[in-house]
């Protein structure tokens, strides 16, 4: 199965913060789209990500006085993006190797959606579900 496929299924929309954005609204907005992260853009481009993780790491170094600091302090800058080409084993290989649970999917430097190792791992179950079907089917034929 490809990033594409994932997509038409779940959709392409991708929420996103501004790098100048404080951390308070950063945690009402994860919080308010039921997401675990944000694509940080700077004029159209992905600059970073922020996650429900490095909400907690600010919040566990600095404090309560880390809700008023901007998301450039704590995102990730150095992002690693999926292209709609790409197989849902070569992603999920990834992201586990990099211990990361969002890629970006990007196209020609286009932002095109946004996929998680939960669409990832639903996927796949349901590749090998229709794969035993199949096999089922085909041995009750026999």
């Given at each position: 199965?490809?990033?594409?496929?994932?997509?038409?299924?779940?959709?392409?929309?991708v929420f996103t913060v501004a790098?100048?954005?404080?951390?308070?609204?950063?945690?009402?907005?994860?919080?308010?789209?039921?997401?675990?992260?944000?694509?940080?853009?700077?004029?159209?481009?992905?600059?970073?990500?922020v996650s429900e993780r490095d909400?907690?790491?600010?919040?566990?170094?600095?404090?309560?006085?880390?809700?008023?600091?901007?998301?450039?302090?704590?995102?990730?800058?150095?992002?690693?993006?999926?292209?709609?080409?790409?197989?849902?084993?070569?992603?999920?290989?990834?992201?586990?190797?990099?211990?990361?649970?969002?890629?970006?999917?990007?196209?020609?430097?286009?932002?095109?959606?946004?996929?998680?190792?939960?669409?990832?791992?639903?996927?796949?179950?349901?590749?090998?579900?229709?794969?035993?079907?199949?096999?089922?089917?085909?041995?009750?034929?026999?």
């Amino acid at each position: 199965m490809l990033v594409s496929q994932i997509l038409k299924t779940k959709g392409d929309t991708v929420f996103t913060v501004a790098p100048t954005e404080t951390i308070s609204a950063v945690a009402a907005l994860l919080h308010s789209r039921r997401v675990g992260a944000l694509v940080v853009l700077d004029a159209e481009r992905v600059v970073g990500i922020v996650s429900e993780r490095d909400v907690v790491r600010a919040m566990a170094e600095v404090g309560a006085a880390a809700l008023g600091q901007a998301v450039s302090g704590v995102m990730t800058r150095d992002v690693l993006f999926a292209q709609p080409g790409e197989t849902v084993d070569s992603l999920l290989s990834r992201m586990t190797d990099r211990r990361i649970r969002h890629l970006p999917v990007c196209q020609k430097e286009r932002l095109v959606g946004i996929v998680s190792i939960g669409d990832l791992v639903k996927s796949k179950i349901s590749e090998v579900e229709a794969e035993a079907d199949g096999l089922k089917a085909y041995i009750a034929a026999s």
